[in-house]
């Protein structure tokens, strides 16, 4: 029976099934991992770059092909999709050009002796597990740095993401990356959990659920196993009274229906002045109303199906739920009466802590609102949740907005932007946001052993 199912959310019907592996090819593929990992950590440095930087080429010339892919398999509209293809690419491109200098010796004050030398050296073969709402931008976000570094990887991805998984196991193939370094699998979850119980792997990072990260987080912890987490997201994000509340809520507006909503950093919850508040909600129902829902291939559309009917069911009834349990509900909400798994967007307020969209993450086309009487208020409320992925303050006195982020209790704080992502830049979580850093010279941190060598005077 298939584990790997492509069905079009557009249309909901399965183009493509793909078989797991069975324990033969289980093996195969961990001692293949395991041997490759000495060649290719003894590869130059440099050498290793080189083939990074042919994967950023492959991303570029064949940004539409690899679009189309995504659009059809898990429904993000074609031009933020071509978006996400040219963030992959230039995750693999800043690797090929600093990742060399990043892995050089540092000399430290000896200390009384001749030299005290820091090495970085790989430490492995490594598993990813990676989540299917930006399948090629997570991937680069974890392979880019620990295929630089000289580790072997493992990469198990979404069920619904098997073909664009082949394609980038093709693409870093065809770049120079020796088939043994990369390995592209599908698996069952408890052969997963099985692959990182064995002794020859090094290290795991996955970008997911809370449920999935706790189940990895405690197996790799019972094998003293490296892990890096990336889980949910409740991004808070504020507006000051001075700012261009109009333009603010437009730009957020449009920022939360990105890719369906689906994304950990999406400003989820909009905490505005309580003087302001119909102003603002008028204008985000404006631009959710104005929305067009529709075929992610057709350029004109602003939103896509989500990913999956039943992630669409789910989405609905919270905000159902939401109603129910006294919310007021604005706008949209409902599934779409086509084939596919279509919602229209929607617009709550009147969330109060005993309710579940609360605290919850909302993973769809969904915001929340929130009145704050003053900013303390407002920080509180934006703290006041179990995740801490990023947050961003809205406001002219850039002064004063940066002090207010310095109060939010999260892993990224912005400022009149929200969850903009680069590759040299820092990523992750604190609190059940998960725990680790991808990108910049703190991805490639992560699993790399930091090895001293210290020579005494003769």
């Not at 493992?154 to 065809?174: F, N, R, Y």
């Not at 590759?423 to 992560?446: D, H, I, N, Q, T």
Request: proline residues 5%; aromatic residues 6%.
């Amino acid at each position: 029976m298939a584990g790997y199912t492509t069905t079009n959310p557009t249309t909901g019907r399965t183009d493509k099934e793909f078989g797991t592996l069975d324990d033969a090819g289980i093996e195969n593929v961990l001692s293949s991992s395991h041997a490759a990992f000495s060649s290719w950590r003894a590869t130059p440095a440099q050498e290793r770059a080189a083939a990074l930087e042919r994967v950023a080429d492959a991303y570029d010339a064949r940004s539409r092909e690899l679009a189309e892919l995504i659009a059809t398999e898990m429904g993000k509209p074609l031009q933020q999709s071509i978006g996400e293809v040219a963030l992959a690419g230039s995750i693999y491109r800043w690797y090929a050009t600093h990742g060399p200098e990043l892995l050089a010796p540092e000399q430290l004050d000896p200390q009384g002796a001749q030299e005290s030398l820091v090495q970085t050296e790989p430490i492995g073969p490594l598993v990813g597990v990676m989540p299917w709402n930006y399948p090629y931008y997570q991937v680069a976000r974890f392979v880019a740095p620990n295929l630089m570094a000289g580790n072997t990887i493992v990469l198990k991805h979404a069920g619904i993401c098997a073909a664009s998984s082949e394609m980038m196991a093709a693409i870093l193939h065809e770049a120079g990356v020796p088939d043994g370094a990369y390995l592209n699998v599908f698996v069952s979850h408890d052969q997963l959990a099985d692959m990182i119980a064995d002794p020859r792997v090094r290290g795991v990072s996955l970008t997911g659920s809370e449920k999935a990260g706790a189940a990895v987080a405690e197996n790799a912890a019972k094998h003293l196993k490296k892990s890096v987490l990336e889980l949910g997201g409740s991004d808070p994000l504020i507006v000051l009274e001075d700012a261009e509340l109009e333009q603010v809520a437009r730009t957020v507006a449009t920022a939360r229906l990105s890719n369906a909503g689906q994304a950990c950093n999406s400003p989820k919850r909009m905490i505005v002045p309580s003087d302001r508040l119909d102003e603002f909600v008028n204008t985000v129902v404006e631009v959710f109303e104005a929305a067009t829902v529709g075929d992610p291939l057709d350029e004109q559309v602003d939103v896509g199906p989500l990913s999956s009917i039943g992630a669409r069911d789910g989405v609905v009834e919270q905000v159902e739920r939401a109603v129910e349990q006294g919310a007021t509900l604005h706008t949209g909400g409902a599934a779409l009466d086509r084939e596919g798994a279509f919602m229209s967007p929607a617009v709550l307020t009147g969330v109060t802590p005993d309710m579940d969209a609360y605290a919850e993450e909302i993973f769809g086309p969904v915001a929340v609102i929130h009145a704050a009487g003053t900013v303390d208020e407002a920080v509180e409320l934006a703290n006041d949740v179990p995740f801490g992925l990023s947050g961003s303050v809205w406001g002219r006195d850039l002064e004063h907005a940066q002090e207010v982020a310095d109060r939010l209790d999260v892993g990224m704080a912005y400022i009149n932007e929200h969850g903009t992502t680069k590759a040299g830049l820092p990523f992750g979580g604190v609190k059940r946001s998960g725990y680790g850093r991808e990108l910049g010279r703190w991805g490639m941190g992560e699993f790399v052993n930091v090895r001293l060598r210290r020579t005494a005077t003769a």
